[in-house]
Nanobody
Framework: QVQLVESGGGLVQAGESLRLSCSAT????????MGWYRQAPGKTRELVAD???????NYAESVKGRFIISRDNIKNTVYLQMNSLKPEDTGVYYC?????????WGQGTQVTVSS
């Protein structure tokens, strides 16, 4: 069973950067579609960015040009580089693993952006 552990969240000021990491156990990481989602207080969870096994990237309109998703299949890790952060980027960020019938979520990491 795949397990995901996120890290890298924190409190920053608007305009600053953070890099989130998500490390996965298991042998099928390189085959999986990996994604970052976020959930703000009182809102539903939304896709931020995802990356396929072939490294095709997809971004929410609200983060295009500011966030970059990448993966390291040797380290079984997916990253989310977040630049020019805005207060509306505040939320709990979750890592997601999808391959075949597996759909696994991490525990989440809090990102808070102050104005």
């Amino acid at each position: 069973q795949v397990q995901l552990v996120e890290s890298g969240g924190g409190l920053v000021q608007a305009g600053e950067s953070l890099r989130l990491s998500c490390s996965a156990t298991g042998r099928s990481f390189w085959l999986a579609k990996m994604g970052w989602y976020r959930q703000a207080p009182g809102k539903t969870r939304e896709l931020v960015a995802d990356i396929t096994s072939g490294r095709a990237e997809n971004y929410a309109e609200s983060v295009k040009g500011r966030f970059i998703i990448s993966r390291d299949n040797i380290k079984n890790t997916v990253y989310l580089q977040m630049n020019s952060l805005k207060p509306e980027d505040t939320g709990v960020y979750y890592c997601n693993f999808r391959f075949a019938s597996s759909d696994v979520w991490g525990q989440g990491t809090q990102v808070t952006v102050s104005s």
